[in-house]
């Protein structure tokens, strides 16, 4: 069994960054994939941003620039780097990993 915990999350003012980790353990060795994803509220659950083989990123067009994925096997944790963060970007945030465990999710409210 895998347990995947997020963290991190917060509120901000419009501009602030933050920085959510996504720590894995249990029966794991290895984070070959990691994706993040966030809900908004009174909407459906979206991709942001994931991280596979290579280290090859992909990103929604909508935080490409401000956002930054990461990994760091040997503590099995990814990371979302949040910067010039916006008040749209006020939503529950879900990490996945190896595209099967996923996270209960964190809030990152962003204030004007």
């Known amino acids: 069994q895998v347990h995947v915990v997020e963290s991190g999350g917060g509120s901000v003012q419009a501009g602030e960054s933050l920085r959510l980790s996504c720590a894995a353990s249990?029966?794991?060795?290895?984070?070959?994939?990691m994706s993040w994803y966030r809900q908004a509220p009174g909407k459906e659950r979206v991709f942001i941003a994931r991280?596979?083989?290579?280290?090859?990123?992909n990103y929604v067009d909508s935080v490409k620039g401000r956002f930054t994925i990461s990994r760091d096997n040997a503590k099995l944790t990814g990371y979302l780097q949040m910067s010039d963060l916006k008040p749209d970007d006020t939503a529950v945030y879900f990490c996945?990993?190896?595209?099967?465990?996923w996270g209960q999710g964190t809030q990152v409210t962003v204030t004007v």
């Open positions: 996945v990993v190896n595209a099967q465990h």
């Open positions: 991280i596979g083989s290579g280290d090859r990123t």
């Open positions: 249990g029966s794991i060795s290895i984070i070959n994939v």
